[in-house]
């Protein structure tokens, strides 16, 4: 069955993959961007594109009030309670379905030592205190308190939304191309340089998925109608360690592994993902719902290849 679905972000990294998806499968999408970036492909029949700031009321209101809704909206660049505001507002009665894509990093706080991996219901967000006074809306808080914010605006919805509500945490996010992020070219970088490579004493595992096993994901949540929060993870979990031996495509000789003296008043010198116990998530609901995960071993591999 075509549906019509509204995209708010997708020009980039899994986004870009999840709206030609859907326009393979003969559905009617609009992307709703600020303009700033190249549309992932071109406007016809079935793509409309509606150019707004998604963190203005106004506008979004000016833009959406003589729409007739959608079956579907998928919110990818939702950070912080006050986008979950104006979304729940806007979108009332305007939708059927309405999926946020979450972070890992919102279990940040929640993740006790010794947990074998983060359940959806380790996070109760019905009681929780929403901060709206919190300045969202500067740049530099938003990204120093990223993980807080999309708990935050998951707490929002999970407690406003008068529509069926779905919040996807998904693990960190991998891919060869449009990996705007630096993250995991540094492994590539330090094998290329031959450069020590500088670990923690804890070397705790932590999970991943890449783009396009996540945009295949997230169209297969769309064709569901559970509601809720649920976890998004490949195959296979890695420590920092593990991933500087994928990218070097070998086991590392102990000559190039300095173990990192932290101090708690200077800066890390650590690689990203670098965790000083294990911080993985649970997929047992998708599981248990039917869904099977891609493995990661194999395309992490792929990845470091042509970084």
Known sequence: MHRKILVIGGTRFFGKILVQELLQRGHHVTLATRGNTVMPVDLNERLAHIQVDRGDAAAMHAAFSDSAGFDIVY?????????AQIACQVFLGKVGRYIMTST????????????ASAQEDLIDLQDEHISLAFPWRDAAFA?????YGKHQAEAYF???????????????????MDEFTGRFAHYA???????????????????????????????????????????????????????????????????????????????????????????????????????????????????????
């Open 75 to 83: 919110d990818q660049v939702c950070y912080h309670p006050l986008d």
């Open 104 to 115: 890992i990093e919102v279990y940040a706080d929640q993740y006790p030592q010794g947990t």
């Open 143 to 147: 990204e120093a308190n990223y993980g």
């Open 158 to 176: 999970t407690q406003n939304a008068a529509f069926p509500f779905v919040s996807v945490r998904c693990a960190h996010v991998y891919a060869a």
């Open 189 to 307: 970088a330090l094998v290329q340089q031959q450069a020590p490579f500088a670990y923690s004493a804890g070397m705790g595992k932590t999970s991943f998925i890449s783009a396009p096993d996540l945009a295949a994901y997230l169209l297969w949540i769309g064709e569901q109608n559970f509601v809720g929060p649920i976890n998004a993870a490949g195959r296979g979990c890695f420590s920092a360690l593990d991933l500087y031996e994928i990218a070097s495509g070998q086991t590392v000789p102990p000559a190039h592994l300095l173990q990192a003296q932290l101090d708690a008043h200077a800066p890390s010198n650590l690689s990203p993902f670098d965790y000083p116990h294990d911080y993985v998530v649970s997929t047992q609901r998708a599981t248990n719902l039917g869904y099977v995960f891609a493995d990661n071993q194999a395309q992490l591999t792929r990845m470091f290849g042509v970084l």
